[in-house]
């Protein structure tokens, strides 16, 4: 199952429009989904580890694939390809 890591910041004004996007796409189609704080010590880590510049960044299987709110058709595909 795909694994996706929304890394956010509550001053984000793009960040909620991102958050509802991939909680409106886990009831089409079932993936792990967690939602990180960039200022928080582990998005720090996480920033620094993929060069996490924006928010909003997802990261798919670990690896940073959007910035921004994701391009729905992209995301499924995305998301069906990691099964």
Do not use: H
């Not at 990180?36 to 580890?49: F, M, Q, V």
């Amino acid at each position: 199952m795909a694994r996706v890591k929304l890394i956010y910041a509550s001053w984000c004004p793009s960040c909620p429009a991102a958050k509802s996007f991939w909680k409106r796409l886990r009831q089409e189609i079932p993936f792990n989904y967690e939602e990180i704080d960039i200022d928080s010590p582990r998005g720090k880590e996480l920033a620094e580890r993929y060069n996490i510049k924006s928010v909003p960044t997802s990261l798919v299987n670990d690896r940073p694939y959007f910035v921004g709110v994701p391009e729905k058709p992209r995301a499924i595909s995305l998301l069906m390809s990691s099964r």
